[in-house]
């Protein structure tokens, strides 16, 4: 009983010196764990850029996908405390975890998707998540690409509708004549912003080799859910 009441006064205390919390396993003062967050992490199923479905998807035969979650539970967490509550460090935790999860790609850069230009965040996830990646793989981060049209309001959200998009929403600022570049962003939704970044680096010379994600939205199909 006494235990309990220390425990409970820690508890307190620790929320108000640290106030955030593992969202796995409810260690304070870290926003992931590492061992918990590789516990979040799988390898699913290779699946193509431009319609999502499981490669090969027998319509397209361009660049491949790989994710390393659904974006559900505590991975869709994730993605909200890596975006919106300065998750700077888990973004970088999880560039490093999808490179030692994911065989290192035949890419001479790592491309990631940029931050639209309507966004307050004074960092990119995805480009962090491409460091992590690029540290551990050796690899160089191009910033390569901007955004030259405007978001809709929903598409802005974690996991937001990005099926508006037009395939030219992107451009790539820099010649990336025979370049292989593989594309890194934190979640794959409707595949609407990966192919205008896939379209906006083949316009510019550049191979596209593959993409990843953190995590992917679990795709509907005949009113059921499945990958
Ligand atoms: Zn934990
Ligand atoms: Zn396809």
Redesign the pocket.
Known sequence: MIFRCVKGIFDALGHVLWPISCPVCGRLGLHVCRSCLESTAGDLPL???????D?P????R?ALVRAASVYEGVSKDLVRVMKYENGRRVAGMMGELLAARFGRPQADFLVPVPLHKSSDRDYNQAELIARGAGRAWRLDVARALRWHLALPRQALRPGGDDRSLPEDAMIAERCLTEARVFIVDDVYTSGSTMRAAARALEKAGAAVAGAMVWCRARRKEHGGSTF
Request: aromatic share 8%; proline share 0%; charged share 15%.
């Open positions: 699946f193509c850029l431009e319609c999502g479905i490669a998807c027998g319509k397209h361009g």
